[in-house]
């Protein structure tokens, strides 16, 4: 079975400061991985995903993450944190393309920016 | 382009009672996915429903159900509410079938609805 794991439910940076947030899958198969940013009384947003076509997935606000099957990782960073970029952000792994299948979450980070 | 609605935004409901939660899916999409999101629990995958059919279930009891509609709308019923059934109900859609559009078998997510059972 897939699972997540994010270390760290609360990560706390300065503005402008680089953004770290962590994840680990486990896999018996090629993952498909996610990463979803929550806002404040809103639903999910997908940030970015990795679905084997390049290791370095670039996706919206300045995020972009990297997939290390060595140390089955799939970490979140930006290079500077905005204000804007305070919410939960929640690493998901699915065992299908694109996440044709359910997505297991896990259990998020709480990202605030201090100014 | 219209994204992912869900109603009620909030629901209030006593213990015991029944609740029904309703989700329509981007114009296109054929399949809906439902998730709790309960505090201290975490994001749960519930139900899976692909042209009108359930085709996944998470590990929730019976009294967690749905249906899909010929419009691919979907409900959500819990029956017999319990305290613990509190949460964000979070309802997303896909369409499986699009191998054309980058990115089109993403999940798109709704915005919830809050139930509180009292």
Redesign the interface.
């Given at each position: 079975a897939q699972s997540v794991t994010q270390l760290g439910s609360h990560v706390s940076v300065s503005e402008g400061a680089l953004v770290l947030l962590r994840c680990n899958y486990s896999s018996s198969v090629p993952p498909y991985l996610f990463w979803?940013v929550q806002y404040p009384?809103?639903?999910?947003?997908?940030l970015l995903?990795y679905t084997s076509a390049a290791t370095l997935v670039k996706g919206i606000n300045g995020f972009e993450a990297e997939f290390k099957k060595s140390e089955t990782s799939f970490h979140l960073t930006k290079p500077s944190a905005h204000m804007s970029d305070a919410a939960e952000y929640?690493c998901?792994v699915s065992d299908s393309?694109?996440?044709?299948?359910?997505?297991?979450?896990?259990?998020?980070t709480r990202l605030t920016i201090n100014p | 382009e219209a994204g992912v609605t869900q109603s009620p935004t909030h629901l209030i409901k006593t213990r015991g009672q029944q609740a029904t939660l309703r989700c329509s899916p981007i114009s296109g999409h054929t399949s809906v996915y439902w998730y709790q999101q309960a505090l201290g629990l975490g994001l749960q995958f519930l139900l899976w429903y692909d042209e009108g059919e359930e085709r996944n279930r998470g590990n929730f009891p019976p009294r967690f159900s749905g249906r899909q509609f010929p419009n691919y709308s979907s409900e959500l019923n819990v029956n017999a509410l319990e305290l613990e059934d509190s949460a964000l109900y979070l309802c997303a859609s896909s369409n499986i079938r699009d191998r054309v559009l980058a990115g089109g078998r993403d999940q798109y997510f709704g915005p919830g609805t809050r139930l509180l059972v009292l």
């Amino acid at each position: 079975a897939q699972s997540v794991t994010q270390l760290g439910s609360h990560v706390s940076v300065s503005e402008g400061a680089l953004v770290l947030l962590r994840c680990n899958y486990s896999s018996s198969v090629p993952p498909y991985l996610f990463w979803y940013v929550q806002y404040p009384n809103q639903g999910l947003q997908l940030l970015l995903k990795y679905t084997s076509a390049a290791t370095l997935v670039k996706g919206i606000n300045g995020f972009e993450a990297e997939f290390k099957k060595s140390e089955t990782s799939f970490h979140l960073t930006k290079p500077s944190a905005h204000m804007s970029d305070a919410a939960e952000y929640f690493c998901a792994v699915s065992d299908s393309p694109q996440g044709a299948q359910k997505l297991v979450f896990g259990q998020g980070t709480r990202l605030t920016i201090n100014p | 382009e219209a994204g992912v609605t869900q109603s009620p935004t909030h629901l209030i409901k006593t213990r015991g009672q029944q609740a029904t939660l309703r989700c329509s899916p981007i114009s296109g999409h054929t399949s809906v996915y439902w998730y709790q999101q309960a505090l201290g629990l975490g994001l749960q995958f519930l139900l899976w429903y692909d042209e009108g059919e359930e085709r996944n279930r998470g590990n929730f009891p019976p009294r967690f159900s749905g249906r899909q509609f010929p419009n691919y709308s979907s409900e959500l019923n819990v029956n017999a509410l319990e305290l613990e059934d509190s949460a964000l109900y979070l309802c997303a859609s896909s369409n499986i079938r699009d191998r054309v559009l980058a990115g089109g078998r993403d999940q798109y997510f709704g915005p919830g609805t809050r139930l509180l059972v009292l």
